[in-house]
């Protein structure tokens, strides 16, 4: 069993692909599960954060676009469109299980910018007080190149990072870091715990990337070094295990865990 009783505030980011059906639309059960697992981790007395992705995909659906677009305004101009479907979907589901939520989106300039950075967390520390559970995205329609975190595992351990999380949680489509991809290797093994992200498991990760999203296990990695620089742990779960979260914070040992700096 792992010892989750100093978690007090935790980080929670899932994937487009664990939000979407195959066609690309958006899956509304599993929005719903999402809301009410979180509502009950707040309801325990925890702070809670969402980094949700999924913007793009909502609106290549409500755009009856054939594909995710390539070119960056493309995908912009779908994000623009998504972004207020989706945040309008989580509001719906949080308000059944009496849960309020905000929204804010973030540019990585806003990271490296001391007044920024203060503005933002000042605005996080705020909403735990008035017991909100903010919903982060990144800011698709402007970001540009030069100020993006490119996908939104860096973004929520940058997030993990900015509001002092003890945990963070990285729900994906896959049980977590496996010796090789398990796609292409039927005897790969996953990795229960890393204590430390050595060469040998960075290269585990290969740039394995995910069709629907833009993180793959690459991304996790890092978003692993980041958070566990500051001192933060993580895990990589299934989002679509059932009861997922409930099992993470009833201490059993699912995922990958990484270790963060003591
Ligand atoms: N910000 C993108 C979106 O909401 C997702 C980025 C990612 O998948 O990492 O669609």
Known sequence: MRDISKIKRVVV??????LTHENGRLALHKIDQLARSLSDIHNGGRDVVLVSSGAIAAGVAALHL???PKETAGKQAAAAVGQGALVQLYEKFFLEYRQSVAQILLTKDVMEHP?????????FDKLFEYDVIPIVNENDTISTDEIEFGDNDR???YVAELVQADLLILLSDIDGLYTADPSTHPEAELIGEVKEI??????MAGDSKSKVGTGGMATKIMAAQIAGNAG???IIANASAPGVLEDIFDGKEIGTYFYGKR
């Open 13 to 18: 980011k899932i994937g487009s692909s664990s």
């Open 66 to 68: 054939p594909a995710r």
């Open 115 to 123: 007044v920024r950075r203060q503005n933002a967390a000042n605005t």
């Open 155 to 157: 973004l929520s351990a």
């Open 198 to 203: 050595t060469p040998e498991i960075a290269a």
């Open 232 to 234: 933060i742990d993580m």
